[in-house]
């Protein structure tokens, strides 16, 4: 499977600019984390960022999407870096 470092994909929306569903961006990070099965950690941070640059519109906090981030990678057998914001 092709690596896809840093990004995330999005999942298929009705319109461009619609804010997304937590389904959404739960499926956008399933997405990240097949793409970097081969790497056997997952750093919050980076894919917080990834996730928000997918979502500009996203209305959940960034601790929101660090919790669907975690048990999502948790759920698939990552390792979490919970790492501070630089």
């Given amino acids: 499977m092709a690596?896809?470092?840093?990004s995330i994909r999005r999942p298929e929306?009705?319109?461009p600019l619609q804010k997304p569903k937590p389904l959404d961006v739960r499926q956008a990070i399933v997405?990240?984390?097949?793409?970097h099965v081969d790497?056997?950690?997952?750093?919050?941070?980076?894919?917080?960022?990834a996730v928000r640059e997918m979502f500009p519109h996203c209305e959940l906090t960034d601790w929101q999407i660090g919790d669907l981030i975690a048990r999502s990678a948790i759920d698939a057998g990552?390792?979490?870096?919970?790492?501070?914001v630089p």
């Fill in 31 to 35: 997405g990240y984390l097949i793409d």
């Fill in 39 to 49: 790497n056997p950690s997952v750093s919050i941070f980076e894919v917080t960022i």
């Fill in 3 to 6: 690596q896809n470092h840093g």
């Fill in 13 to 15: 929306m009705s319109a």
């Fill in 78 to 84: 990552f390792v979490v870096d919970f790492d501070a």
